[in-house]
């Protein structure tokens, strides 16, 4: 079982930046692949960033790619996403999730946190 707890969204002006953080709870947390989502009002959840449970793959949405930068720290049970260069369609309730394999695939996540909101204003 694995709990997951967001923060760090808010309101910002375009091209400002933001950093989510995703808190885990759960002794297995380092076996999980980790990824974000985000759903805008109207729209379906889409993928955003993944990463494997090591770290050492990582795999972007066209949408954040060059502009997004996601990460963990196993030791602190901790995945990150640094968002820069936001643009206005970057608005939208962002989500973590965990997965037993490494996805883009929403459908293969088992665990979702409650979700922060981020807006940005053009």
């Known amino acids: 079982q694995v709990q997951l707890v967001e923060s760090g969204g808010g309101l910002v002006q375009a091209g400002g930046s933001l950093r989510l953080s995703c808190a885990a709870s759960g002794r297995t947390f380092s076996r999980y692949a980790m990824g974000w989502f985000r759903q805008a009002p109207g729209k379906e959840r889409e993928f955003v960033a993944a990463?494997?449970?090591?770290?050492?793959?990582?795999y972007y949405a066209d949408s954040a790619r060059g502009r997004f930068t996601i990460s963990r720290d196993n030791g602190k049970n901790m995945v990150y996403l640094q968002m820069n260069s936001l643009k206005p369609e970057d608005t939208a309730v962002y989500y973590c999730a965990a997965c037993r394999v490494f996805s883009a695939s929403l459908n293969e996540y088992d665990y979702w946190g409650q979700g922060t909101q981020v807006t940005v204003s053009s």
């Open positions: 990463i494997s449970w090591s770290a050492s793959s990582v």
